[in-house]
């Protein structure tokens, strides 16, 4: 189980942190990301980020998010800046407990990731 923290009320043009940690175990995932849902659409892949460190981004969020890890806590961070409406949603973490990392072409899919946490609702008014 994951747990997601930090989503809520901002305005546009704000910066928020999201943060996602395990909860009742302890494992070393090859891959943690993080999606995103909005009302009426299907859940969208936003970024990722593999145990090596590299990172992929979906074009909606390139050059405004940024994902970064702390691996000793096994958490996962999602920096948020220049929130627009449409990025208003329910955010969720995943991550992939297989050992081999994922090949960045398969980052951005759900089926990568096998753990996933309940969401984090965040709502970008203007």
């Known amino acids: 189980q994951l747990q997601a923290y930090g989503g809520g009320l901002a305005q546009v043009g704000a910066s928020l942190k999201l943060s996602c940690t395990p909860s009742?175990?302890?494992?070393?995932?090859?891959?943690m990301g993080w999606f995103r849902q909005a009302p009426g659409k299907e859940r969208e892949f936003v970024a990722a980020?593999?145990?090596?460190?590299?990172?992929v981004y979906a074009d909606s969020v390139k050059g405004r998010f940024a994902i970064s890890r702390d691996r000793a806590k096994v958490t996962v961070y999602l920096q948020m800046n220049s929130l627009k409406p449409g990025d208003t949603a329910v955010y969720y973490c995943?991550?992939?407990?297989?050992?081999?990392?994922?090949?960045?072409?398969?980052?951005?899919?759900?089926?990568?990731?096998?753990?996933w946490g309940q969401g984090t609702e965040l709502t970008v008014s203007s």
């Open positions: 009742g175990r302890t494992f070393s995932p090859s891959a």
């Open positions: 995943a991550a992939r407990s297989a050992v081999n990392q994922p090949i960045a072409t398969t980052m951005g899919q759900r089926g990568t990731y096998d753990y």
């Open positions: 980020i593999r145990a090596s460190g590299s990172t």
